[in-house]
T-cell receptor
Framework: AQSVTQLDSQVPVFEEAPVELRCNYSSSVSVYLFWYVQYPNQGLQLLLKYLSGSTLVKGINGFEAEFNKSQTSFHLRKPSVHISDTAEYFCAVNENYGQNFVFGPGTRLSVLP | KAGVTQTPRYLIKTRGQQVTLSCSPISGHRSVSWYQQTPGQGLQFLFEYFSETQRNKGNFPGRFSGRQFSNSRSEMNVSTLELGDSALYLC??????????????FGSGTQLSVL
């Protein structure tokens, strides 16, 4: 069965500083990997996804993530954050069927002025 | 192009009542999934519908049910509400299913409070 771990429940960071949000997964088969962002009082939006190919994936709003198969990780990074990046970030995996994505518990990113 | 629309935005019910939530997917999207979001459990998959048929179901009791209509609109029903059913219920749509990498488009959710 799939599972997703996001070790950091909250990450405070100052504006213009770099940030890394960690995600580890477990699965017995190959998976597709995703990062979604949820702004206050809104649904989730896709930031980026890894399907195959290059392990470095670039997404919207300057975010990128790197797939590391040996470490079963898919960490999200941004070199310089803005106040507007304050939100909750969810890592998710999906095996090759259906729409039952498995989401991690989320990491609340707070960008401080 | 209109996004995923969920109604109502907020609901307050009492224990033992039942509730129906509605989701209109993006035009042309045939797959609708439902998720329950709570602070303690995070996002948990409820079920997925495609072409009016339930294709996948999460680990929720039978009090949670759903259906999909021919126009792809979906409803979710919770009977005999319990306090623990208080949550944000999110609906997500996508064009197709079965390949695992289809992008999900989420609605803003229905916030259900059970008193």
């Amino acid at each position: 069965a799939q599972s997703v771990t996001q070790l950091d429940s909250q990450v405070p960071v100052f504006e213009e500083a770099p940030v890394e949000l960690r995600c580890n997964y477990s699965s017995s088969v190959s998976v597709y990997l995703f990062w979604y962002v949820q702004y206050p009082n809104q649904g989730l939006q896709l930031l980026l996804k890894y399907l195959s190919g290059s392990t470095l994936v670039k997404g919207i709003n300057g975010f990128e993530a790197e797939f590391n198969k040996s470490q079963t990780s898919f960490h999200l990074r941004k070199p310089s954050v803005h106040i507007s990046d304050t939100a909750e970030y969810f890592c998710a995996v999906n095996e090759n069927y259906g729409q039952n994505f498995v989401f991690g518990p989320g990491t609340r990113l707070s960008v401080l002025p | 192009k209109a996004g995923v629309t969920q109604t109502p935005r907020y609901l307050i019910k009492t224990r033992g009542q039942q509730v129906t939530l509605s989701c209109s997917p993006i035009s042309g999207h045939r797959s609708v999934s439902w998720y329950q979001q709570t602070p303690g459990q995070g996002l948990q998959f409820l079920f997925e519908y495609f072409s009016e048929t339930q294709r996948n179901k999460g680990n929720f009791p039978g009090r949670f049910s759903g259906r999909q209509f021919s126009n792809s609109r979906s409803e979710m029903n919770v009977s005999t509400l319990e306090l623990g059913d208080s949550a944000l219920y999110l609906c997500a749509s996508s064009k197709a299913r079965g390949v695992g990498h289809e992008k999900l488009f989420f609605g803003s959710g229905t916030q259900l409070s059970v008193l």
